[in-house]
DNA sequence: CTAGCACTCATTGTTCAACAAACATAGACG
DNA sequence: CGTCTATGTTTGTTGAACAATGAGTGCTAG
């Protein structure tokens, strides 16, 4: 399964670029024949990706792009809440990966200049895996990776990248100076108000774009 | 994936009943001709569990049943603390979903009278996943129940079914008892204490019985 | 006798071809 | 216009085949 889990990579770049957009069928012949892999190699990565939640299956009915609906953001705010909140809480106060916090922010800003929101969006993901990261849990940091990569999901679906990520630059970086200042207490504190804003941001774009 | 579902449930209800032990070697076609299938539908479902942690994969060298290292318990137990007792601490305080906690309580009991300790480790896991059904998040609950059936391997791996699972079921009791009184941060706070100890016990097992 | 090495064998990784089963679409019919 | 059947497409599953890798075996040399 070497070659395998590369397939599996592939497939979750494409997903999270954005060139398989959500709710897209997948067909296993189709893709089969452009990744050059046996149908059957095909369907065991298929699984993984729904395991992950990044594709639906259904039945008889082949493989789509998850397309997260209203309930599903929902559903993914609140493990984000209990998740990251908690994680941050607990963290020691000078972790050393509050470093890839500060990365993050970092990239985020500076692709923000170059106003390449995708690459932003990718910079955002990897400040709220930092944050997770204080766990020192892999397979915390493991679910908690699946569920951002579904709630970009949601946000490609809806097709608000720029204006959405834009303000969160900011706020990630109040939180890392919080935690650096008044410790992992405040911070958690902060970050709950904040991720309660960003869900109501996402169920905003939603209603406007009609989606259920 | 109709009988593919089935395929997994099947295999992981032999793995948490501890008829397929930790570490065990599983041969691709001895399993498919037991189960009545092809190498190829097992090995999707192999890959089903491989994502959920019950099966390891080494490339070229097959799956065997995953055997949790120490360092895997101290992971569990992160996991458990941050998700349960977040979970517990946020939960509203008559959440419907208690009454599953009561009735795994009353479950543990029962078989706990007849000494039937696989039973009793099985309503344990009942009651801890109720805890977390109280997020009504079924990604948290999901994900929840792969890192508890994880669990249950490392409690097989040491053969400590019967007195590590007794003592639980009173404080269990007690957890439940305190969120109805005292209300949830209460009950999230002793809960906290609980897991430490339980962390604590497993641990000692593991070194009693000179596992790594 | 033992260490090292080539070899054999079993198992996994992957592909292909085939067929059954379910679904979707289109056309016939009332 | 709506319903039902017929056809075609896609998925679900199987079995066989072959390459690639690992593991164990036995041989040879020292």
Redesign the interface.
Known sequence: ??HDSSLVNRLTDRLIAGELRPGERLSETALAKEFDVSR?TL??AF??LG???LVT?I?HRGVSVASPSTADVV??Y??R???E???LE?APRNHPNAVRMEAAVEAAEKFAAEENWLEVGTANMGFHNAVVSL??????MR?FAN?LAELRLAFLKVEVLDFLHAPFIERNREVVEIYRSDGPGAAAARLAVYLGDSERQVLGAYARAGQD
Do not use: A, F
């Open positions: 399964m070497n059957n369907r065991e699984r993984v395991e992950q939640g299956h039945p559903d993914i609140r493990v809440h209990h998740v909140c908690s994680v607990y766990s020192d849990s892999r397979r915390l679910s569920v």
